[in-house]
């Protein structure tokens, strides 16, 4: 097992320098935007990129990006959106807004998701099922956006439930920042819910008519016994790494619906610092939500072997 | 001249600006009783006694607004774009301001009403300037053109209550520590370029700045020429290029500028490899286009100069003309003369350089790399404010909240900082709001929901709500200087490239025909403005001139152009209007449709011979109807709802307009691929990849003589390739005489510079060398040239449209291009903070949202 998970951990680092490399180069092949003419921040620039090896080969420019993270964790200045800041600095500031937010979003989605899946399993072939299975598609057919939208028009504009708009400030687990937050939540949460009930209904179903619960069920248990004893044991092996890949997923950020509930995350600073030309930002949320990617699925698949003792990739025999 | 333009926008963004900064308080704050409802105080302006209405001072006004991004940085030496210099100019202030004209600052023209102009009155300066270019001259000959006595040298008398809301007393030395300080090199503050360059510069300013440094000086900077510097013994090797501004190179170790010398090549990365002028040196832009015998010498004195080489080590005192004569009397040596208009424009630029010394060296911070950096006005601990405002919370990307400066002078002052209410006849202060809180939208819909449930003051309607909302009587149009044109491309060379390109199938294909004459001209006159503005952007009027209706000729009297004899008679005149038939110049204007579908017919046939006989077209069958179709493409930047709208209208309108002639379902608009939102659209037009889009300039509100360049200059013209403005000859009858120069000509003479006529005579038609009717006779006389072109067909006059909150009203309604409606400074209340609530709970309950 620790082979095993030293091997992904190499591969995943192989992958995310394949992928920044990529990016990294495809990032320098573009124009630097342009400065007006007499443009006095142009000396400046000029010695910044200098250092950051601007006009030397793309192969030693990498090296220089590269020692400039492992040595000084020197990610470069931000030249458009805020000028001569650290990028990551400026990234870290963003972070907690994203984590709050999605943080929240799980907490609930999670058990809600997977209750209603149980509920839709164990319900099977009756109104009930066919009410959340159905509920279940449209949910998941229907971008976050458009929740975020509605959820906005009715919670917040016609029913004033709740404030348009995340509140500003860091007090991130006050009452009010809480309420403020709702509307993302739920925008957020609608398709997490969905995700985790068609899994856990999917797997459930299947354990549910598998040989050993009849056998459970002949050894005189009870079907809640069976259910909860082996049923849901043995689809948990699925759901759970979903689980922590959510989990990991939270300081991701959503991308649109930070724009939409003014959520000054990193979210919201990625599509900035596309639209602004900010290639250094661009660049370091670029690693990040790769980073993110690889890292959600390294802890999915090396959970299976944490969650269900029979299986261990990659293990000698 | 694109740096020409910028820094003309900026002046219009800064006359914006200061206007929101005009004047002073809004209420009075010299009593401390805490006395709540309406009272009346007094205060002296000359020996009248004037009664102020004071606001209640219990109450809170919060002023809510929005954007789509706030700016990391105020700095006033630093900032560089519009979100910045707003969030600056709540805590800031000037030395000067403008206030509308009412019967406590009446204008000079009595036949003004109020509120339809402004006035420039003193702010933070206790006084009008006093000349002292004399006095100067001869402390620091080097500082004043000798013989000069008048007009370069003033001092500002200021105020003794100025204090940042730190506490720091201002004084006129604090303004030297905050020129010494944006004139630090080492911080290459954006900034700097307004003190140090320039015509109206700070003299010296230029030698502080650039001490122990080279720096590429173009002719023209120097107001100098090729000729001049060769006749003055200066070398032709001597001689440097600005290849960045010119060619877009820079050489290996990144410099714009290169000796006429250097044959070192340069990839040039705008030419594929392998092309033409893949690789060019320095030399060789010199000798093929600058030099005595290039091809573009009319560039020279733009893009060809000397490398300047600065002393080190100079001090500040004996360098800058800018220092403190006493503790509360502030000189400034600019290194032009100037008065008036320009003189206050001057010191209000200047006065905004005032920083908190003590705190922006605070902020100044070495980086890694060796540059300096400053945090200064980035945060609320680094953000003093001398201004009406200081700032109270502040975060990245989310919120900027102001609350009332109690430590400003203005609150205090019954002189400038009142104003007489048109409405109801009482005296008020300035800034009634007590709050402004901005927060960050990335989402129009959200905006809109926020604005209903009386979350926000303002909403930029879009096209949408336009139809629902533009009857409002809370809805406020706003008309913009600018008209956009639809710019149809003549560039002979392209269109044929284009036509000989395979897939171009010439049988059923053509795309030459819109090179005739008459199919420009049908072209002009197929389409009715009007119902283009309602139908695809209501928040426009139509367009008829080269000049928008707000632009200002005159910014001592704030007069619009469009609003005088002669621009009216140059639109009489190119329209073709009859103006015996109407009782006045204006009811002949009001005429003026642009929109004349039968003369559309009758050119569209003519068009159709002049392209049979050009070999444009064919007609094989000998029908009268023309055997190909034509596509005019227009130049799409990026796609949206708007932009496919507004092609469509014109497709539609242009099939109409060629019904029953031989062109009939011949022609129609198409759209190319997004081309970019930058100068690609305009390249593609340019170069005749593309036929037609909408564009206009920005920019130059008060400065429509500076705006004729950008038609008449070949790097900034769109029409460069295919007309010539040095080649197109205008004759005018100034004072009874006539003179015949090139467009461009006009254009340069008008702009202050010398040029030749015809007759041989040199003439110059500058602000300081000839008067306003004159210069207005030559403007609407190259307006009349350029719409004969048929290159800028004249059709809409930008805008906005917004509605306004119920808790706010204008003080007036009318709109001003530099007052706009007086901003935050007459922003008027109908309801506190509490009231509102209170409005805004009554009406969702029985309405769902507040009724607009």
Known sequence: MLKYTLQRIFYMFFVFMIITFMSFILIRMLPLPALAPNDPHKEILEIRREALGYNKPYLEQFWIFLRGIVTKWDWGTSEKLYIGRDVWQVFVEKLPASMIVNFYSILWTIPVGIALGIVAALKKNTWVDYTISTLTMVVISVPSFVYAFLIQYLLCFKWRLFPFVMKAGTDYFSWDMFVSIVPPILALSFGVIAGFCRTTRAELTEVLTSEFMLLARTKGLTKTQATVRHALRNCFVVVVPAIFGEFIGIIGGSLIIERIFSIPGVGNLTINAINGLDYNIFMLSTCFYTAIGLAAGLVVDISYGFIDPRIRMGSKK | MSNMKKILSFILALMMLVSMLAACAPKDDTGDDGTSGPAESSGEQGKEEIKITEFDKDKKYTYNSWQTGLSANWNPHDYEDANSSDQMSYLIDSFYTFAFNDELHPMEDTSRTPFDGYVIIPSMAAGMPVDVTEEVAKEHPDWVPEGATSGYAYAIPMREDLYFDTGYHITANTYVEGMKRILDYKFQNYRSTDVYSGTYGIAGAEDYFFQGHENFKSFSDMGSSYDDYIANGGKEEDIYIDIGGFWGIETADGKTYASVTDDTMIRDPAVPEGADEDYVSAKYLWDNYLGPNGVLTSYTPGYAGILKSYPANVAFEDTVGFYAKDEYTLVEVFKASCSGFTLFYNAIQDSLILVDPDIYDKCATQQADGTWASTYMTSVETSPSYGPYSLTDYQTDKVAHYSRNDKWYGYKDDVNNIYKDPTDGNVYRLYQTTDIDIQVLDSAATAKNMFLAGELATYGLQADDVDEYRNSEYCFNSPGPNVFFTLLTGNKDGLDAREAADGFDTSKEDIQTILCPSFRKAFAVSFD??????????????????????????????????????????????????????????????????????????????????????GYITDEDNDGKCDQTITIMYALSAESDSMTRRIDWLDKAIVEATKGTPFENKVHVGKTAPLGSGSEFADALKAGSADVCLAGWDGSAMDPYNLLTAYTHEDQAYAAEWYYPKQDMLTLTLDGKEITMSVYDWAEAVTGNNTKAQDGKTYNFGTNDADQETRMQILAGVEGKLLETYTYIPFINNGSLALLSQKVYYVTDEYNAVMARGGIAYLKYNYDDDAWKTFCDEQIAEHGMIQY
Do not use: H, M, W
Request: one cysteine or more.
């Open chain 2, 529 to 614: 403005r009007q119902a283009f503005c309602d139908e695809t952007s209501p928040q426009n009027i139509p367009g008829y001139g080269i000049f928008g209706t707000t632009i200002i000729y005159d910014p001592d009297t704030a007069a619009y152009y469009r609003d005088t004899d002669v621009a009216k008679k140059a639109l009489c005149d190119f329209y073709s209007v009859d103006t015996s038939k109407y009782s006045n110049l204006d009811d002949a204007v009001d005429s003026i449709t642009g929109f004349d579908p039968e003369a559309a017919k009758e050119l569209y046939t003519a068009a159709f011979q002049e392209s049979l006989d050009a």
